[in-house]
């Protein structure tokens, strides 16, 4: 009785293909255009496929994600701030209000109709004999508001110090827990203009946020045990400036600069054990502070 051949081994993905090359993780025969090269040998298409699942994604100190890196959150925010002003300049037919307006050398320009439209606003009656703001039940101000800009100087100034600090805070936080950071300031400040302001005084701008981000640089540079003395004086010259030139919303500022704090406190030391958990129920507890206190004015100025 004569013996069989023996049997060439063919690739398992490709049965035509002679080889007489294995897998080192499944022991299956793999062609050349099946092969990844692994630490030690070649592995096929799944085996590399089920080690990329089983490995955890890098993460920052903070929990975030790598792609924070990429700054895309940033990067979006700044052209979400661009389309808005040329919307506002198209608002405003007499095309004058945009371009430079009344403010400080241009700074805070003057209104079109879309800042009118947006701006955190009390409660004021308007030209037409309406009454209208936050308290009328136009609650979508205190977030519209951070992305409408009184001028062009006012925009570039505020989108400059966002590229600056955003990109830095986006890659040690992730995508994600900056959004929340800058949300959580931008509607801080928001509330504190509807608070703290006269119910007939507008107030608009990125800046409210942008003061939340100066406060979480600091406070997230002392977590990581990083220098804070550059920050301090840009700082301090910015809360100079809000004090001292005029129609700048203080409380605006003030209320950024704060919950910007509290918000950067929560993410930096929350316990590694429930990081996340922690996270998202500090900022939770922020957003329902701050739901109360614009309640509480809202029946104020009804009352």
Same mark, same amino acid.
């Given at each position: 009785?004569?013996? *069989?051949?023996?049997?060439?081994?063919?690739?398992?993905?490709?049965?035509?293909?002679? !080889?007489?090359?294995?897998?080192?993780?499944? $022991?299956?025969?793999?062609?050349?255009?099946?092969?990844?090269?692994?630490?030690?040998?070649?592995?096929?298409?799944?085996?590399?496929?089920?080690?990329? @699942? *089983?490995?955890?994604?890098? @993460?920052?100190?903070?929990?975030?994600?790598?792609?924070?890196?990429?700054?895309?959150? !940033?990067?979006?925010?700044?052209?979400?701030?661009?389309?808005?002003?040329?919307?506002?300049?198209?608002? $405003?037919?007499?095309?004058?209000? #945009? #371009?430079?307006?009344?403010?400080?050398?241009? /700074?805070?320009?003057? *209104?079109?109709?879309?800042?009118?439209?947006?701006?955190? /606003? +009390?409660?004021?009656?308007?030209? $037409?004999?309406?009454?209208?703001?936050?308290?009328? +039940?136009?609650?979508?101000? &205190?977030?519209?508001?951070?992305?409408?800009?009184?001028?062009?100087?006012?925009? &570039?100034?505020n989108m400059w110090a966002l590229w600056v600090?955003?990109?830095?805070?986006?890659?040690?936080?992730?995508?994600?827990?900056?959004?929340?950071?800058?949300?959580?300031?931008?509607?801080?400040?928001?509330?504190?203009?509807?608070?703290?302001?006269?119910?007939?005084?507008?107030?608009?701008?990125? *800046?409210?946020?942008?003061?939340?981000?100066? #406060?979480?640089?600091?406070?997230?540079?002392?977590?990581?045990?990083? $220098?804070?003395?550059?920050?301090?004086?840009?700082?301090?010259?910015?809360?100079?400036?809000?004090? !001292?030139?005029?129609?700048i919303s203080i409380a605006g500022h003030l209320?950024?600069?704060?919950?910007?704090?509290?918000?950067?406190?929560?993410?930096?030391?929350?316990?590694?054990?429930?990081?996340?958990?922690?996270?998202?129920?500090?900022?939770?507890?922020?957003?329902?502070?701050?739901?109360?206190?614009? /309640?509480?004015?809202?029946? !104020?100025?009804?009352?």
């Amino acid at each position: 009785m004569s013996e *069989s051949p023996p049997t060439t081994p063919v690739c398992y993905r490709h049965p035509g293909r002679e !080889t007489y090359v294995r897998c080192t993780r499944c $022991d299956r025969s793999i062609c050349p255009d099946c092969m990844n090269e692994a630490s030690v040998g070649f592995q096929c298409p799944e085996c590399v496929a089920q080690g990329r @699942r *089983s490995v955890r994604p890098a @993460r920052t100190a903070f929990g975030g994600g790598e792609t924070g890196r990429l700054g895309y959150v !940033t990067k979006t925010l700044i052209g979400i701030n661009l389309v808005v002003m040329l919307l506002s300049i198209a608002s $405003d037919r007499g095309g004058d209000a #945009a #371009a430079g307006g009344t403010g400080f050398g241009g /700074l805070l320009g003057g *209104s079109t109709p879309l800042t009118e439209w947006g701006a955190v /606003l +009390g409660r004021a009656m308007f030209l $037409d004999g309406s009454i209208g703001g936050v308290a009328e +039940g136009q609650w979508y101000r &205190l977030v519209t508001a951070m992305f409408l800009h009184y001028g062009v100087v006012h925009l &570039l100034l505020n989108m400059w110090a966002l590229w600056v600090l955003g990109r830095s805070l986006e890659a040690v936080l992730g995508p994600l827990r900056f959004i929340a950071l800058y949300f959580i300031a931008g509607f801080g400040g928001n509330v504190a203009v509807y608070v703290f302001s006269a119910p007939n005084q507008m107030s608009a701008g990125a *800046s409210t946020a942008i003061f939340g981000l100066f #406060a979480a640089t600091f406070v997230i540079m002392r977590r990581l045990g990083r $220098d804070t003395s550059a920050i301090v004086p840009i700082l301090v010259i910015n809360l100079i400036f809000t004090f !001292t030139v005029p129609q700048i919303s203080i409380a605006g500022h003030l209320g950024g600069l704060v919950f910007g704090a509290l918000m950067a406190l929560v993410l930096a030391y929350a316990p590694r054990s429930h990081r996340t958990l922690v996270q998202v129920t500090g900022g939770s507890f922020l957003l329902v502070v701050l739901l109360v206190l614009a /309640l509480f004015r809202t029946f !104020t100025l009804l009352g």
